[in-house]
């Protein structure tokens, strides 16, 4: 039986880890070729050898996703390599300023430091926000979401054959969540991005769609899973009492990326156990 991407070729951005990953294992199973593009080679390398031993077609390629020319040596390298690009997937994204996916005690001493700046000035997080990590965060979830959208919408229009684009937000871009601002601020910012593109792109037959995952089981949310009252509020706020899993967030992203969803665009969809029910 055909695939749900039989023939289509995909770019996914932040594709070593967690989200990402899950799209790319996902989108491969069902035909496509996946290019994946990330930061950290070697869970990339590991990614594409997932893929290649369930029989699918993937490659890695090095990206800093808030490199302009870097995003286009992404978007050129699936043309040279696969033909095109029908799908793009931009999962590449940060908590904060200092966060590498994977390295968990890390995000936990931070987590311990902004507690303790909280006792001393229960604004801190707003007041004493390092403008540093606001801009870091801003350029890799929101300028970084452009910057892929720009090189692969490129490419998807010059191929005159349409395409489907899906962004990660996330529930904070309807949420302000807690803590420093620069988090949902950038995803608040992804979330109309993906509005504002999909008009400009619809008439030539590329969709655009985001995602606004709740709070789902991967290298990013480790460290509220370890911490015991990050751990029961974000429960206590999730009516289906439990984490997602990534497949419950690719699932959603097949379906965007698919035919099966060929008259929606602009949406911002939440696969979050009930977390936003506005
Ligand atoms: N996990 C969740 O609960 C959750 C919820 C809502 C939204 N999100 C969003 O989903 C996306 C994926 O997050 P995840 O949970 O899979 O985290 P993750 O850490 O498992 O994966 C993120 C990937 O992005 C890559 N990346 C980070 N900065 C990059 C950069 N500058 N250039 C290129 N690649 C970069 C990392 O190397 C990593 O492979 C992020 O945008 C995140 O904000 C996650």
Redesign the pocket.
């Known amino acids: 039986m055909a695939g749900r991407l039989e023939d289509k070729t995909a770019v996914i951005?932040?594709?070593?880890?967690?989200?990402?990953?899950a799209c790319a294992e996902q989108f491969a199973a069902e035909g496509a070729a996946i290019l994946v593009?990330?930061?950290?080679p070697e869970?990339?390398r590991v990614t594409v050898e997932a893929i290649e031993a369930a029989g699918g077609q993937a490659r890695f390629i090095e990206?800093?996703?808030?490199d302009q020319a870097a995003n286009e040596a992404v978007a050129a390298a699936a043309v040279k390599t696969f033909g095109g690009i029908d799908i793009l997937v931009?999962?590449?994204?940060?908590?904060s300023g200092d966060?590498?996916?994977?390295d968990t005690e890390r995000g936990l001493k931070r987590m311990q430091q902004m507690a303790e700046a909280t006792e001393i000035n229960p604004a801190a997080a707003l007041l004493d926000l390092d403008l540093d990590d606001w801009r870091r965060v801003i350029d890799?979830?929101l300028t970084?979401t452009l910057l892929a959208i720009q090189a692969a919408g490129a490419v998807m229009v010059d191929q005159a054959r349409g395409g489907a684009i899906v962004t990660?937000?996330?529930?904070?871009a309807v949420d302000p969540l807690w803590g420093a601002p620069s988090?949902p601020v950038s995803?608040a910012g992804v979330w109309m991005l993906t509005k504002n593109a999909s008009r400009t792109l619809a008439p030539l037959g590329i969709r655009v769609n985001a995602i606004?995952?709740?709070?789902?089981?991967?290298?990013?949310?480790a460290v509220f899973d370890q911490t015991e009252d990050y751990r029961n509020l974000i429960l206590g706020n999730t009516p289906m009492g439990r984490?997602?899993k990534?497949h419950e967030v690719a699932d959603l992203a097949l379906y965007l990326a698919s035919s099966e969803s060929s008259y929606i665009t602009g949406e911002l969809i939440h696969p979050d156990g009930g977390w936003f029910t506005g």
Do not use: C, H, Q, W
């Not at 593009?37 to 950290?40: C, E, G, K, Q, S």
């Not at 931009?90 to 908590?95: M, P, Q, V, Y």
């Open positions: 951005t932040g594709g070593a880890n967690g989200l990402g990953r593009a990330d930061l950290l869970p990339g990206l800093e996703a808030t931009t999962a590449a994204g940060i908590s966060y590498l996916s994977g890799v979830n970084g990660i937000a996330s529930v904070a988090y995803k606004g995952p709740g709070f789902i089981e991967t290298n990013m949310t984490f997602g990534p």
